[in-house]
């Protein structure tokens, strides 16, 4: 009988551990990522989780030789020799003479776009249609390699922060958010709805929790196909209660991020070097109201007619204005007008037409949206009548309110936008691992 233990044998060996092993052979399971053959010898990179280990092939090395079986992306078990040798800018690092490859698998044919150059030279569905293959590229995966550093960030802060991590329904029934982007289903013969934000449970899980985040799929039934929307993406929330102002959600946004920037430069050095990522600095943020980010936009804009929201350009305007003004990357922009945020927003007591609510544009963005909600529970019953919503259709949501709830406010802080503009890329969907749009349900 074969036990099984929980202990995990790595195929892992990263490249610094090398150094231990000079002049040993050493085992290392990988997939060819590029061979190089130079007629009398020949560079095999291998890949490995996060890294590509340049092996050398020389019939100097041992008896084995290379063969027509020996092909890029073949699974492989390679024994080499650490040798230290010296790049050309004088650096140490550790060349691997190859003494034997074992095949562990093979493909059944060549990828059907070229991975195993730096980088990935396709139009964007010919990158997307070949994802399962295209991710395989270091400078791709690495995209999401960050992505997880934000994520993971995100989470570590909070957690450090006293917050409950939680999971809310995706199938619920009603859309949080309100408006018509919403998926309808049929459940059973009943419809119901996909989740467009975890909304109403993370305020349901303040009384219980205080303090709640959650990362997780939402559902967006945008119609339109734009450069910044996705009908799916991760949806980074939070929900705090005993808050003396919405400046509590800003200052916690605020340090998460500069603690997720912390964590990508240390723990994610190699991607950050790799995709040339320019981590923004992160002090404090600026704020602004609407009304005078909006005025500024008048100013200096032409053609402006909407007056109750921004305009893309506007938004990318008040980055370039961040960034001369404040030498700041990030903006939070507050007081958002009372008719154009959700039914759950508290609006500012000194002035109804405003809310205690912002979003904080990242280089001209809209990353997040968050604020203050309404907690007395007349309050709330007043402002959906007034919204057009039926306060009967809510009574679990309302219970939050009705049976007694702390001040308290959140964010919602979308991923993809994070790690778009962090990696300065001009569509959404780069930074997405398996987008889904109006077009696209595949891969
Ligand atoms: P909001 O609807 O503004 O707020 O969404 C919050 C953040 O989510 C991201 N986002 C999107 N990303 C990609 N594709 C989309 N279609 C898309 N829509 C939104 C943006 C946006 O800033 N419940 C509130 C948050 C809160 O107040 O707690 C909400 O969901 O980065």
């Excluded at 093979?106 to 730096?118: L, Y």
């Excluded at 734009?226 to 959600?249: A, K, P, V, W």
Aim: with cysteine; proline share 5%; charged share 25%.
């Amino acid at each position: 009988m074969q036990e099984i233990t929980g202990e995990i044998n790595s195929s892992y060996t990263p490249y610094g551990e090398f150094k231990n092993h000079i002049g040993e052979v050493v085992t290392v399971k990988g997939t060819i990522h590029n061979i190089r053959d130079m007629s009398d010898f020949a560079f095999i990179i291998l890949r490995t989780a996060r890294e590509l280990i340049q092996c050398v092939y020389s019939p100097e090395f041992s008896d084995f030789r290379l063969s027509e079986d020996i092909v890029e992306q073949a699974c492989a078990k390679v024994s080499a020799k650490v040798v230290q040798s010296q790049t050309r800018d004088g650096s140490e690092r550790y060349e691997l003479q190859i003494h034997n490859i074992e095949l562990l698998s093979k493909p059944a044919d060549i990828p059907p776009v070229v991975i195993s150059k730096k980088q990935v030279v396709c139009d964007l569905n010919v990158l997307l249609d070949n994802r399962p293959v295209t991710l395989r590229n270091p400078k791709e995966r690495a995209i999401f390699k960050i992505q997880e550093g934000i994520q993971r960030g995100f989470r570590d802060y909070l957690i450090s922060k006293n917050f409950t991590e939680i999971h809310s329904p995706k199938i619920n029934f009603a859309g949080a958010e309100g408006g018509t982007n919403v998926f309808k289903l049929d459940y059973f013969g009943k419809t119901v709805y996909l989740a467009q934000s975890p909304q109403l449970y993370k305020q349901a899980l303040v009384p219980v929790y205080e303090r709640v985040f959650e990362i997780a799929p939402v559902f967006r039934a945008e119609h339109h196909d734009t450069s910044r929307h996705l009908n799916e993406y991760i949806s980074m929330d939070f929900e705090m209660g005993f808050i003396d102002g919405f400046e509590d959600i800003m200052n916690m946004e605020t340090g998460a991020l500069k603690y997720i920037m912390n964590l990508l430069k240390t723990e994610y050095a190699p991607e950050v070097e790799l995709l040339k990522v320019d981590i923004p600095e992160i002090t404090s943020i600026p704020t602004i109201k609407f009304k005078d980010a909006k005025a500024l936009c008048v100013k200096k804009l032409k053609n402006i007619t909407d007056m109750k929201d921004f305009e893309p350009e506007e938004e990318a305007f008040l980055g370039k204005w961040a960034k001369q003004q404040y030498n700041s990357d990030f903006l939070f922009v507050t007081h958002y007008l009372s008719k154009k945020r959700p039914f759950y927003t508290m609006d500012d007591p000194e002035d109804p037409e405003v809310t205690l609510s912002f979003d904080l544009l990242f280089r001209g963005i809209e990353i997040t949206s968050g604020g203050q909600r309404i907690h007395d529970y007349n309050q709330q019953v007043e402002k959906m009548k007034k919204s057009g919503m039926n306060p009967e259709e809510f009574e679990t949501y309302l219970m939050l309110h009705k049976y007694g709830a702390p001040p308290h406010g959140g964010l919602g802080l979308g991923l993809e936008r994070l790690t778009m503009h962090l990696l300065g890329f001009k569509n959404v969907r780069y930074a997405t691992m398996f987008p889904r749009d109006i077009n696209r349900v595949t891969p």
